[in-house]
Nanobody
Framework: QVQLVESGGGLVQAGATLRLSCAAS????MGWFRQAPGKEREFVAA????????YYADSVKGRFTISRENAKNTMYLQMNSLKPEDTAVYYC?????????????????????WGQGTQVTVSS
């Protein structure tokens, strides 16, 4: 069915930049979530299937940019000015529905498929 593969994580210093990629088997409304040890999985950013709409958590707004290239079935998360509190496993997710009716992009239950995650570690 829908396959999602994340890549691009790594160990960097505060202030550095990383770009995460999520290769998919189709084009869907998609999002990025992250989970730190002992914490719940939290919303980071989301994008509609046609990139018309984007959404961001307040904690990353102005630093992270979500985008996609539908010709390659790939979604990206450009992460600038990384902070130690950004340290987490980052997951991409795909939804068979849409985000246009309400704030459904915020909830993990709105997504039907998940990647395996990629580790991002930001040192101080």
């Amino acid at each position: 069915q829908v396959q999602l593969v994340e890549s691009g994580g790594g160990l960097v210093q505060a202030g550095a930049t990383l770009r995460l990629s999520c290769a998919a088997s189709g084009n869907y409304a998609m999002g990025w979530f992250r989970q730190a040890p002992g914490k719940e999985r939290e919303f980071v950013a989301a994008i509609s299937w046609d990139a018309y709409s984007t959404y961001y958590a307040d904690s990353v707004k102005g630093r992270f940019t979500i985008s996609r290239e539908n010709a390659k079935n790939t979604m990206y998360l450009q992460m600038n000015s990384l902070k130690p509190e950004d340290t987490a496993v980052y997951y991409c997710a795909a939804s068979l529905g849409s985000f246009r009716y309400s704030k459904t992009y915020y909830y993990t239950a709105s997504y039907d498929y998940w990647g395996q995650g990629t580790q991002v570690t930001v040192s101080s």
